[in-house]
């Protein structure tokens, strides 16, 4: 009696336009026992066209609903990392350079000091390194970038310019690559090509290098004892 009166609530519910999906969570009914007992009830064209727009209106919201939740569970954890990490004092502003420096610069050379990276964030933050810890003036620096053949050059220059504060004429001839940048996978890059900040300065490179050993030195030595 009662699988009775589930099949007739079900196709009641079937003929007021739900779908499989909305009567199987009203009435708690397997999909394949749905399928039995509607199938010589289909929807029209324009109720299933309803339903689809309707489904996807829904998915867009939960997307957006979660994105949000993402973004405010983001903001909360910048603000802890934010009020944990800052103030920089000089001698941690000094390490972080130096671990950038470990990851992204230029060793093989003892009297060139030289970073590249496409982002131009990464980039600012080494020029601030220098001239703030390592008090290297600005006009001495040199910009050397890497671009794609099909790219504007004159107009990555002036990107680049603009984003590192640098004037033009410390820019030196750009290196450009045969290949086109369309055909590069992107992902996670920044789009302007690579750029590299160079100084020739052999006493600079020589201290930089050796902080990096005593680095390298006191990990290994720390390793040693795990």
């Known amino acids: 009696m009662a699988r009775f009166k589930d099949r007739e609530k079900a196709i009641l519910l079937r003929k007021e336009g739900m779908s499989y ?16 007992w509607l ?9 299933i066209r ?5 489904n996807e209106k829904r998915i867009e919201r939960f997307r ?14 910048y ?8 103030p920089f004092s000089d001698k941690e502003l000094f390490l972080s350079g130096l671990l950038l420096y470990w990851g992204e610069g230029v060793k093989s050379r003892m009297n060139e000091v030289s970073v590249s990276n496409n982002d131009p964030s990464v980039i600012r933050f080494f020029l601030y390194w220098l001239n703030r810890i390592l008090k290297i003036p600005k006009d001495k620096i040199k910009v050397y970038l890497h671009l794609y053949n099909n790219m504007d050059i004159t107009k990555e220059k002036e990107y680049w310019s603009k984003a590192l ?17 369309i055909r590069i996978n992107h992902k996670g890059a920044f ?33 040693m004892r795990v």
């Open 21 to 36: 999906s909305q009567i199987k969570k009203n009435l708690k009914l397997s999909k394949s026992t749905l399928s039995l």
């Open 79 to 86: 603000k802890s990392q934010k009020k944990l990490i800052l």
């Open 39 to 47: 199938r010589d009830y289909p929807l029209s064209k324009q109720r």
């Open 64 to 77: 957006m609903t979660f994105k949000k939740k993402k973004e405010v569970k983001l903001k909360e954890i």
């Open 191 to 223: 789009g302007h090509g690579t750029c590299n900040i160079r100084i020739f300065n052999t006493l600079l490179a020589e201290k930089i290098l050796m902080s990096l050993k005593v680095i390298s030195d006191w990990c290994n030595k720390k390793m």
């Open 165 to 181: 504060k640098i004037p033009l004429s410390q820019f030196t001839k750009p290196y450009i690559k045969n290949t086109s940048n």
């Open 50 to 54: 309803e339903l689809r727009d309707l």
